[in-house]
């Protein structure tokens, strides 16, 4: 299974907004300049999390973005399957012998996905900060 750059980027838009703790609309070029997002593709891609639920836009110069829901509510598998499609399956053509294999890996990728969830992303990312503030030395 290949993520593409559009849902890896979807993905860093998401963490950016989750990680809003003041509850106030991000705008695009923050986000863009904060996740290193290319600004017209984020344009596309903030549309695509509109329409899928995952976020709300505000206009005018107070306006920008913010989740619509909690992060702990947002699973990879959907976010996944909203801007991509259904995740892809690595299931070979019929004629396989050992198609059950494939079949397995596609139900633990997806169990797995669908158990990550935008805050388990945002913890992590969290840990990593932490991690490196106090591993740093002169």
Known sequence: MLISLKCDYAIRALMELGSNKDNVPIQKKEIAAT?????????????????SGFINSFRGPKGGHLLAKSPNKINLLEVINNIEGEVASLEPDDSCCHKWVWEELDNLIANKLSAVYLSDLLDREE????SDISNYSI
Do not use: A, K
């Open 35 to 51: 996740r290193d997002i290319p600004g017209p593709f984020l344009d596309h891609i903030l549309s695509d999390l509109r329409r």
């Open 127 to 130: 840990q990593d900060r932490s």
